[in-house]
């Protein structure tokens, strides 16, 4: 009866927050969270005329809206909350630490948005702290790109170079004293195959999982990076997460031969020529010994990309059961693809080529299982956006969509997937 009432009362809090543009997902006493069964969208927006901004769609499926002064309506949680502002260009990444939401843009205040890293109140969204033109972050040779906040001195940053991406790295970044490192020995060097990919990293028992290039490093987040181990691969790491068992899943290209980069951004990737090996894989690795505890072989011819405009590859692990998901390549993405660990089994599930492709829409950015056990997929023409949801494990579509007036979805996220929020 005490929760029954309790959730009564945070949906009546939760109507007058939406009215009054303020985002308030609450507290349970008895323990739970009721924020954990909401979904975070991260959208990029538009990296020559549009800000990034953040969506949330509430434990009962609801869209977050709220009204502009203006009248008009905002699906943009920090402009609801914070006068209009904007977050920053192209919104790459968020964490949740203690109470507070860090979020990470890549190139800062550049249309008009706030900075490169916004603290704000997880609960009501209200800026706290900005790091615009002024901070160490607007550093013009790095793109700021993905987070990992171990306390409030210490944000691991993996960032790509500004010069179309050639090289990439992590740092660290003290929000209290507005610093930023060098690189961390062992991360840093050329994008693709030595430097930090381009995906979240996972931060697990003290220790930093980070793909950098072909190999794994273990980083310890209390000792500024002290590199733990370096487990190595034969072809670039696609994408890495957080199993329900707590061991590392990754998914890795098939070794391959052929020009990754692209050399003019006028270029169309899909005309550098890539001859594939061997096949893409999916390998499980002990979080505590390092050992590769499994393997499991893609379909032939189902080929991870592996150009550097097309880095990863969505992948995200469920928070309820032995499975992982991510789709494939390799530019355009329709298909998504269910690994079960334990059991080894692997299955396409969902094929969006026949709805999205004749569009000119894609599946883009991370998809993610939450603890409502649907599955969210952003898709996007670049201009616009669509959440559609599934059941995560016969890929059925689920009648729940998400239409945001903004385009590319970097990811979905949940509060649950942080450790210390």
């Given amino acids: 009866m005490k929760k029954l009432l309790f959730y ?11 009215q009054s543009c303020e985002f308030s997902p609450g507290d349970d006493e008895d323990g739970g969270d009721p924020s954990n069964l909401g979904v975070y969208v991260v959208m990029e927006g538009n990296m020559s005329d549009n800000n990034g901004m953040l969506c949330y769609i509430d434990g009962e499926g609801k869209l977050f809206t709220a009204k502009n002064a203006d009248g008009s309506e905002t699906t943009d949680l920090y402009g609801a909350a914070n006068g209009g502002a904007k977050v920053g260009n192209v919104l790459q990444d968020i964490y949740l630490y203690h109470g507070k939401i860090y979020m990470l843009t890549q190139n800062g205040p550049d249309r008009g948005g706030d900075g490169y890293m916004v603290i704000c109140d997880a609960k009501t969204m209200k800026q706290e702290r900005v790091f615009g033109n002024e901070s160490a972050l607007a550093d013009p040779g790095i793109w700021p790109q993905h987070l990992v906040v171990v306390d409030e001195e210490t944000v691991f940053v993996r960032y790509s170079t500004s010069d179309n991406e050639t090289h990439a790295g992590i740092r660290i970044f003290n929000p209290k004293t507005d610093e930023l490192s060098g690189d961390i020995p062992g991360t840093a060097g050329v994008f693709m195959t030595e430097g930090s990919m381009k995906m979240r990293m996972v931060y697990h028992d003290g220790k930093i999982f980070a793909p950098c290039g072909f190999d794994l490093v273990v980083l310890d987040a209390r000792q500024r990076g002290k590199e733990i181990a370096r487990v190595k691969f034969d072809s ?27 050399p003019d951004v006028t270029t169309d990737p899909s005309q550098m020529e890539i001859k594939y090996l061997t096949r893409s894989r999916i390998v499980g690795v002990n979080s505590s010994t390092y050992e590769q505890i499994s393997e499991k072989k893609m379909p032939s011819g189902v080929n991870f990309p592996v150009h550097s405009a097309a880095p990863g590859i969505g992948m995200c692990a469920s928070f309820t059961e032995d499975a992982v998901f991510f789709w494939d390549g390799p530019f355009k993405a329709f298909k998504i693809w269910r690994y079960e660990y334990k059991t080894g089994k692997l299955a396409k599930i969902i094929d969006l080529t026949a709805s999205l492709e004749n569009m000119g829409w894609t599946i883009y950015g991370y998809i993610g299982v939450g603890q409502d056990n649907k599955l969210y997929v952003g898709t996007s023409d670049y201009l616009r956006t669509r959440v559609l949801t599934f059941d995560p494990v016969t890929g059925e579509r689920l009648p729940d969509s998400y239409d945001i007036d903004s385009g590319s979805p970097s990811g979905i996220d949940f509060p649950i997937r942080f450790p210390e929020r």
């Fill in 236 to 262: 670039q790491i696609k994408g890495i997460v957080l199993g329900l068992d707590n061991n590392i899943y990754m998914t890795i290209a098939g070794q391959y031969e052929g020009k990754t980069t692209v």
């Fill in 8 to 18: 009564s009362i945070f949906l009546l809090l939760a109507g007058w927050s939406l």
